[in-house]
Structure formats: structure tokens, C-alpha cells
């Protein structure tokens, strides 16, 4: 629900600002003074066309703010926005509401804005398309799209979403299958030339069989290897120089580092002086670490390859390993995930007549299913077809359509995204003509009605949304004009309903009734919105009937179309 709007500098609005609320909302006003500059700028909280003409004269930018809550919306909708707002950055408000803006510079830029967040004015399109629907003169032409009066026929009908979600996925599955069939198939020759390749490359990893990091750890190897002599010496001096020459199986009278440093660990250790003692202590630790170290030296010097051949067989498996690194990556472990990425190609390009045979298999078992949905959803649709053309008819009759007959054609298609079916909405003036295409038969005075009716019929199962509805009373009047504002209060029963309209039977329907008054100066002309009052509203009302807002009589008329209209609304809401 659109819980506020602020306009500032579009059009003949400098700025203005409205707080709106559930149920019918209506906006009236002399010609010119900017109810379309209204609507103008609710069509760019949703994403629409950024036109640098609509910014008012001298102004730098125009901008147009609009504060949305979800809390009443459908969950499947909330959810959907939910994630929209997640991927964006987007946040609530302090109310708990998703704040939109979007702004249009006098040079044609426009910014857009969600929840405190940058976004493209596509985005913007995107959450609308879960809140707020916009009926106009223009907004008229999507009834005409087959797509659309298909998706106007599955709203009518709850049982259809589920039936058609199923569908959707196992024509997904059925689609991937049969395209990835028909490519094996196809280029039959070229994937297995492609198989082929990817067999010798794996096969030639597979004989070299690397470890992850070998190459790494070769370099190193080998490096130890061309120094094994030098390495060998320095070991041993330093064993010599720890544990004496006995260390390494020779004889030499000279002391030993770690039997100098024990000598003298002893004599301090002996000493009654604590702090020597203290000195003595540490001398021992160094001892223990002397020993270690010697330790450590023995190893690595038993560690030390003294096969004259096996540098020769590391210089080898580096070269190996080399002609991997040159042909499928950088290094080892890059050329291990070479080879598992070819596996998985390997086993999606699977050209021979065993696979072959299972795909065909998958394609058909997802065909069966498909179908079987798609049965399903035609039974559903035809039948669903049947009642909502009783419904729509009966509600154009109540709109100075009275022999009207819509109908609602379901006819066989190939299958798509949304099933096996072509929907048209026809019309006709009377039941004596054949129907027709609303593209070619309805005026769009008729067409605008029609789409109310259309809108008042799903309204049943819609809750929580926004229609915006400007002049869809367009070339009506008299009992139809009533009939329209009755239909608009019903809408608004269980949802919020924006009406810009010149009739005073239908702005006497209103819950809420903003006037944007127009004030021409000598060198600029301003509009602002305001709030009426029940005394306003008569004299609002009063205006639009004959232009006598200061008629005693216009007001008493006034009064009585305002007091039987909101009678009536209260009817609805019981």
C-alpha cells in the first residue's frame, strides 16, 4: 500500500505532499491544475520513463518520493519484494516501510532509489509490479496482449497458479532435455572429435599422475639434491662442533660444545649463590637445546639422498610434470582441476547410442509429464473461462453496457512457459453479434470499462494491492458514472484504490478526497494537493456537478449524492 506521496517541482507542482490511506482515494480538480502530474509521478515511483520536459520550468530536478508497506500484501508478493530489497541493500523504514525516490534532472538524468539504496529505475518496475498497478488511456493497451488476458484469466482462478507452477517445471526439465538431446544429436561428429581430445588430455594426466603441489615440492627436492655435498659438510662441521668428532665416526681430542656447556652447568649448579645457580639453570636449558639440535642434524643428514641417481629421476618426473603445466594450466593443482572439469564435460558429451537412448528416455518421461499438467491447466482454464465471461458481463451491464457480451476464448497452442493454451477476451455489443477482439471491437471509453469490470471480478482474490485508475470514467455519465463509483468501492473493500476523475458520482464514493487546486499568477501557474472535509467535499462536489460550489442548491444536491454514496460504501465493508 502507498502510504505517502511528495511531489516537488513536476510539472505545475512546486511541491506538494499527501497521506494516503486503505480503502478508495479519489482526485479531482479544474482541468489543467495537475491531476495528471499525480499520476505522472506515481508512473516513476514504478520505474517509468524519465521525461526532462515534466520538470518544472527553472527547476533543476523534479523528485518524487513514496513510502510503500507490504504488511497487507500477498505473502507470495512480500517474499518476492523481500528478496528484490535483500540482493539491493535495501531497508525498512522507522515504520516499517520501503521508502522509494526517484528524481529526473532538467537535463534528463534520472536517479533512482529503494530503501535508502541506488538502484536502476528497472528495479524500481520490479517492486511495483508486486504493488501498485496503473490503469490509463495507455495502461489500456496491455489488455489487449494475449499474454496478459492469459494471466487475467489464471488470477480468476486460484486452483490455476498451482497447476501451472507444476507445469512450469517439468517443461523446464522436458526443454533442457530436448535441447541437450537435440545437440548430441546434431553435432553428433564434433562432440566426439571434442570427446576424443578430452580422452587423450585425461589419460596423459592420468599416466603422469601428479600429487597436488608435487611440482612445488619437486623444486624444492631438487635444489637439496645439486647441493647435497656442500649440505653434507655443514651438517657435519656442526655436528663435530656440538657432540665432538665422535659424531661422525671420527676420533679427535678437542672438546665438544655440549660437554664444555655441561662442565660449566655443574659448577655453577654446584655453587651455594643463587643467582649463579640461577645462570646454572639456564646453561642446562641451553645443553637441552644443543641436544635437540644435534638430534635434528642427524636426521636430516641421514636424510640426505646418497643414490647418484635419484636426482637424474627428479629432474625427469619435473620434466613431466613440465609438459603438463605447459598445456592445460600454470601449475599442478590448476592442471588436477583442468582434468576434473574435462571428467564432468566428458560425462555430459556422451555421443554414444547407450546415452543416447537414456536422454531420449528423460525426454519423454518429462513430455508425459508436461502434457499431463498442461491437460490439467487447459480443463482448468476452459472451465474458468466460462464463469469469469458470466462475471465480467454482468458487471459491464451495471456500466452503460447494458447488452455488452464478453467472452473468453481458450484455444490450443504449442506448449510454452505457460502451457499449451492461446486465451483472447472478445467482445460484442449484444448476443446477437459475433464476438470480437477487444483490440478491434471496444472503444476507449468501452475498453476502460472493461477493465474495471475485469479488475473488480479479481479483486476477490486480491488483498492488500494499489490500482491506480486515471480517467477510467473517461466519456461516461448519468447512472454508468454511479455504477463505476459503486464498482471502485467495491475494489476498495479489500484493497487501496487511487482515482483521478472529473465525475462527482464517482468521487462521492471516496473514503478520502484530495483536491489539487491550481493558482495562475501573472507569470507562473502552481498547483498544490489538499485534504478535504466533509464540507469541502461539497463543495468540491457541488463544482463538478454544474460549477456551483456557492449554490445553496448545488450543495444541497451535493450533500445528497455525498450522504447516499457513503451509505452505500459502508454496505460493502459489512
Known sequence: MLSEIAIRNLGVIPHASAELSEGLTVLTGETGAGKTMVVTGLRLLTGGRADASRVRTGAPEAVVEGAFAVTGIHEDSREAIAKIAENAGAVLDENGEYVVVRSVKSTGRSKAHFGGRAVPAATLSEVSSHLLTIHGQNDQLRLMSPEQQLHALDRFDPAAS???RAYQ???KRWRVAKRDLEER?????????EQDRLLFAVNEIDEVAPEPGEDAELVSAIQRLQDVDGLRSAVQEAMVAIDGAEAVGEYDEASAASDLVGQAASALGASTDTQLQELGRRLEEAATVLSDVSSELGTYLFSLDADPHALENMLQRQQSLKVLTRKYASDIDGVLRWRDEAQQRLASIDTSDEALAELQLRVDDAA???KQHAEELTGIRRDAARRFSEAVTQELHG??????VLSVRVEGADYGRDGADAVEICLSPNAASEPKPLATSASGGELSRVMLAIEVILAGSTHGATFVFDEVDAGVGGQAAVE????LARLAVNNQVIVVTHLPQVAAYADRHLHVAKNVGD???TSGVLVLDDAERVEELARMMAGMANSETGKAHAAELL????RETKEFRR
Open 563 to 566: 450522504e447516499q454514496a457513503q
Open 368 to 370: 508425459t509429464e508436461m
Open 484 to 487: 463505476i463509483g459503486r464498482r
Open 162 to 164: 498451482k497447476v501451472l
Open 185 to 193: 544429436t546434431k553435432r553428433r561428429r564434433e562432440l566426439a572429435m
Open 523 to 525: 507569470e507562473t501557474v
Open 399 to 404: 456500466l452503460a453496457m447494458p447488452k455488452a
Open 169 to 171: 517445471e517439468a517443461w
